[in-house]
């Protein structure tokens, strides 16, 4: 257990609807960032937040969004979803706003169908 | 921006044997490398890191190289099992930034 909590672990939606992922850091840790993986492909970073405010943002399409509550947990919400969006979606979080302590959770496999 | 590449894509070893990733790198302020390893449905898990700091770290079967100048550095794992079989990645960091590699799956055949 990396102590990074994603729920739900699988998510089966039609397309046009929109989801809401959820991950809880670390115990400590102040950033979150989101990834997407389809199936065979490397990693892509969509966003991350550091202490609630938006600090990076990388291929995250405008159907997506996200946002860090104050007690850190962090949501990414995906809408109209289209057959593509299907993936596994990670998080990570990180100490702060620097690449220490940076782990995985173990993801939402999200299918658009 | 940084670009990482990894090779080879595809690695296929007897167990027993070593086997080699490499990646390379292009932005000089990149200053953390890690490597993580995914098995199938699971989340990438950090096996080995290193910082620019350092130019070799070994954790048992386990090692990673930085050549700074050349801007490349390499996972080796000697006497590969099959429990080392998954994908493998590497990744260029400097602060809040990661730059992952396509991969490398690695096929240990008993």
């Known amino acids: 257990d990396s102590g990074v909590t994603q729920t739900p672990k699988h998510l089966i939606t039609a397309t046009g609807q929109r989801v809401t992922l959820r991950c809880s850091p670390r115990?400590?840790?102040?950033?979150v960032y989101w990834y997407q993986q389809s199936l065979d492909q490397g990693l892509q970073f969509l966003i991350q937040?550091?202490?609630?405010?938006?600090?990076a943002k990388g291929n995250i399409l405008e159907r997506f969004s996200a946002q860090q509550f104050p007690d850190l947990h962090s949501e990414l919400n995906l809408s109209s979803l289209e057959l593509g969006d299907s993936a596994l979606y990670f998080c990570?979080?990180?100490?702060?706003?620097?690449?220490?302590?940076?782990?995985f959770g173990s993801g939402t496999r999200l299918t658009v169908v | 921006g940084e670009n990482v590449e990894q090779h080879p894509s595809t690695l296929s070893v007897q167990e027993g044997d070593s086997a080699v990733i490499k990646c390379t790198y292009s932005?000089?302020?990149?200053?953390?490398f890690p490597w993580y390893k995914q098995e199938l449905g699971k989340g990438p898990q950090l096996i080995i890191d290193?910082?620019?700091?350092?130019g070799e770290k070994k954790d048992q079967r386990i090692a990673v190289t930085l050549n700074k100048t050349a801007k490349h550095f390499s996972l080796h794992i000697t006497e590969t099992q099959p429990e080392d079989s998954a994908v493998y990645f590497c990744?260029?960091?400097?602060?809040?930034?990661?730059?992952f590699g396509s991969g490398t799956k690695l096929n240990v055949k008993p």
């Open positions: 990570a979080s990180s100490v702060a706003n620097n690449n220490y302590g940076y782990t």
């Open positions: 937040y550091y202490n609630g405010e938006e600090r």
């Open positions: 932005d000089s302020a990149s200053n953390y």
């Open positions: 115990s400590g840790d102040l950033s």
């Open positions: 290193i910082r620019s700091n350092v």
């Open positions: 990744a260029a960091s400097h602060f809040n930034k990661f730059y």
